[in-house]
Nanobody, 116 residues
């Protein structure tokens, strides 16, 4: 059993910053990649950013230059630093883990609201 616990969401004004964290625990065989997805009301879940165990990253075009994904492999934790936030970034943000066996795990989601 693998658990993903997300934290760091909240309400922020446009132009502000937030840092999301996702800590994985439990019976983790190995981690191939972790990432962040988001889902706004009435929209499909979409990839925000991903990072492989080797440190390779990828980003959605809409967040390039504003968001940065990083990880601490020793802690099985992934972070998402979000700067210059816009109202259109408002969504529930989900952490995803791709394990090596392979299996996919999701966190419970954390709400990010960008509003004045």
């Amino acid at each position: 059993q693998v658990q993903l616990v997300e934290s760091g969401g909240g309400l922020v004004q446009p132009g502000g910053s937030l840092r999301l964290s996702c800590a994985a625990s439990g019976s983790i065989f190995s981690i191939n990649a972790m990432g962040w997805y988001r889902q706004a009301p009435g929209k499909q879940r979409e990839l925000v950013a991903g990072i492989t165990s080797g440190g390779r990253t990828n980003y959605a075009d809409s967040v390039k230059g504003r968001f940065t994904i990083s990880s601490d492999n020793a802690k099985n934790t992934v972070y998402l630093q979000m700067n210059s936030l816009k109202p259109e970034d408002t969504a529930v943000y989900y952490c995803k883990l791709v394990a090596g066996n392979p299996s996919i795990y999701w966190g419970q989601g954390t709400q990010v609201t960008v509003s004045s």
